[in-house]
């Protein structure tokens, strides 16, 4: 960093009952370049366990705490991870804040974090609850189909990330899942372009209210254009994913979803990785695209909110759990770190997600290369952001309050009450006696796989074989391909068909025993083998995060299933690979139709 400047701060800009505008030019015009460029970066920041600092993280190679905040003069920070209770996080936050408030300026920190509410596991996409209150993934809040429910939840997490400090969230994610192999539509709203729309702005309501202000949440609303139409399926975070295609000529209803986030007011905007084949735009990644920015955001749709790049498009020396993990710069991979941090400015974004190289930006403007007018453009919407948020009024939060709030009984009891709503009755044949297999008898003897047997206990006697049971509950993933690093096996990728091993097996348990299946579907698995075997299960439902007691909660007629399919499941890989990427519902003659669902 520069040398700080000898001139008394201004403290106007601390003035609460000053207009915004003018609160932001009081601090915009008392910044150094320094400072300036500091507000460009947003990466990931480790939390620590004990409410202090924390140290560098040499699993995923993040500095420490202090290192971000005072010796790069950063002030936006994706948290990575979580504590062992709400208390910890919110003071682990209350310390960042009390670090930044040591600087010249004492802007705070703005944390943002990737969903932490459901039952994912990957650092860069999703985390799991942890302390907070745990509800279906976004797919089976789709399945509810209740906008309702969506907005709920939106409220209930706003509140939860209001306690420990988190203000932006880098969701929803409302991309089209128009093909069917994509390894992030788990997060989406499915294939639908109405339904998604509809969910993703009630989502947005959830977490912002009707507009952004002190108690809100910021959305960060990815992956624009619409992240859904990847080549084969490839997710855009790998090179062999790099490519989005629209062999349907579909673009534009891949817009149809942002369009009412538009209108939902959400505070910012993420572009994906993928670069567009065959369109009329630029054949390089949405993050450098100035033709899809600037062109089709800032001026088709007038959005004037924040623009972050998805993370990790410049430097190439990132490393992941250990393996290489190169910059996504597709289409220009040729371009220096240099060039690239240029190239996303002209485009119109505001802010370099996954990146920490404020002195790159720098040099930038002091070489001509940017100019400071260019900063400060972004600089005000990324002020702005913080006024109107309250952080300069109220930067720490109740650590007390926090433990009272995140996880609460009522917000847990809501989450479970749409883990049980969203289960998805596929099939449910009749038995010798003539009536569907479901809901089923409780005391019966048990066989279960994929389920805690002293939960299944709850519902009646644990055998420890099919041979000795009444019946059968079997939970099962829906397949995906192995591949080489670690990394890339946090996105489920590849084929949908389950192993002929797995087939074999279930078709083994159900010719011995009324068998139940339940398929975790985070993507549409192909079902066939399974359904039209020689003596198939009794029963086969769908869940998208829900936990085995809300399972056999419905399974047993103690609460009613509510869930509809949010995509078509194939009926064969061979359907699959003859889809278009970008045209939903465009499997030939699927298993289940999108909407399909059963009660009793």
């Given at each position: 960093m520069s040398e700080t400047p000898s001139t008394p701060v201004d403290p106007t800009y601390r003035d609460a009952t000053l207009p915004v505008a003018e609160r932001v030019e009081n601090l915009l015009g008392q910044m150094t370049l320094e400072e300036k460029a500091g507000l460009f970066f947003q990466t990931m920041i480790?939390?620590?366990?004990?409410?202090?600092?924390?140290?560098?993280?040499?699993?995923?190679?993040?500095?420490?705490?202090?290192?971000?905040?005072?010796?790069?003069?950063?002030?936006?920070?994706?948290?990575?991870?979580?504590?062992?209770?709400?208390?910890?996080?919110?003071?682990?936050?209350?310390?960042?804040?009390?670090?930044?408030?040591?600087?010249?300026?004492?802007?705070?920190?703005?944390?943002?974090?990737?969903?932490?509410?459901?039952?994912?596991?990957?650092?860069?996409?999703?985390?799991?609850?942890?302390?907070?209150?745990?509800?279906?993934?976004?797919?089976?809040?789709?399945?509810?189909?209740?906008?309702?429910?969506?907005?709920?939840?939106?409220?209930?997490?706003?509140?939860?990330?209001?306690?420990v400090g988190m203000r932006v969230a880098l969701h929803p994610q409302i991309d089209l899942a128009t093909e069917p192999r994509w390894g992030r539509q788990v997060a989406t709203f499915g294939e639908d372009p109405e339904l998604t729309g509809v969910l993703g702005a009630a989502y947005i309501r959830g977490f912002q209210g009707e507009t952004l202000g002190a108690d809100s949440v910021a959305t960060m609303t990815k992956h624009f254009p619409g992240g859904g139409p990847q080549m084969d399926g490839e997710d855009a975070h790998f090179a062999y994913g790099r490519e989005q295609v629209y062999p349907g000529g579909q673009f534009e209803l891949h817009l149809k979803p942002f369009e009412a986030a538009f209108e939902a007011g959400t505070s910012q905007i993420m572009p994906y990785y993928g670069m567009p084949v065959g369109t009329e735009y630029e054949e390089v990644g949405f993050g450098f695209n100035k033709s899809v920015i600037t062109g089709l955001l800032r001026e088709r749709y007038g959005f004037d909110g924040i623009v972050c790049t998805d993370w990790g498009l410049i430097s190439n020396d990132d490393e992941i759990m250990g393996e290489p993990f190169p910059a996504r710069a597709w289409g220009v991979e040729h371009l220096t770190p240099r060039e690239r941090m240029v190239k996303i400015l002209e485009a119109g974004a505001d802010q370099f997600g996954g990146e920490a190289i404020p002195d790159l930006l720098i040099e930038l403007v002091q070489s001509g290369d940017v100019t400071e007018d260019r900063l400060d453009a972004s600089a005000r919407r990324l002020l702005r952001e913080k006024f109107v948020l309250g952080l300069f009024d109220a930067p720490l939060v109740d650590a007390k309050k926090a433990g009272v709030i995140v996880g609460s009984d009522a917000f847990r009891a809501a989450g479970e009450a749409a883990q049980r709503a969203s289960i998805t009755v596929l099939t449910n044949t009749a038995t010798d006696a003539g009536t569907p297999a479901l809901p089923l008898a409780t005391g019966q003897k048990i066989y279960v796989e994929g389920i805690e047997p002293d939960v299944a206990g709850e519902y009646g006697t644990v055998v420890a074989t099919p041979a000795e049971a009444d019946l059968a509950i079997i939970r099962i993933q829906a397949p995906f391909e192995v591949r080489s690093t670690m990394f890339e096996n946090f996105f489920h990728q590849g084929s949908l068909d389950f192993t002929d091993e797995t087939i074999a097996h279930l078709r083994e348990v159900a010719a011995a025993v009324p068998t139940v299946i339940d398929v975790h579907l985070d993507r549409p698995a192909i079902l066939t083998p399974i359904v039209e075997a020689p003596i198939a299960p009794v029963a086969i439902v769908a869940n998208y995060g829900a936990n085995a007691r809300a399972l056999l909660d419905v399974l047993t007629g103690a609460a009613q299933p509510k869930g509809k399919l949010p995509f078509d499941l194939p009926s064969s890989m061979a359907a699959v690979e003859a889809s278009r990427e970008d045209v939903p519902f465009d499997t030939k003659d699927p298993l289940f139709r999108f909407g399909h669902g059963l009660a009793y």
């Open positions: 480790s939390m620590s366990q004990d409410g202090g600092l924390a140290p560098a993280d040499p699993v995923f190679g993040l500095p420490s705490n202090e290192e971000y905040v005072i010796g790069k003069g950063m002030t936006h920070f994706n948290v990575l991870g979580s504590a062992p209770t709400a208390e910890l996080m919110a003071e682990w936050h209350n310390s960042l804040q009390e670090l930044a408030a040591t600087t010249r300026l004492g802007i705070p920190v703005t944390i943002s974090t990737d969903p932490r509410h459901s039952f994912s596991d990957n650092p860069l996409a999703g985390m799991m609850a942890g302390p907070f209150s745990s509800w279906p993934e976004s797919i089976g809040l789709a399945a509810i189909r209740d906008e309702a429910v969506v907005e709920q939840f939106g409220d209930i997490a706003r509140q939860e990330y209001l306690a």
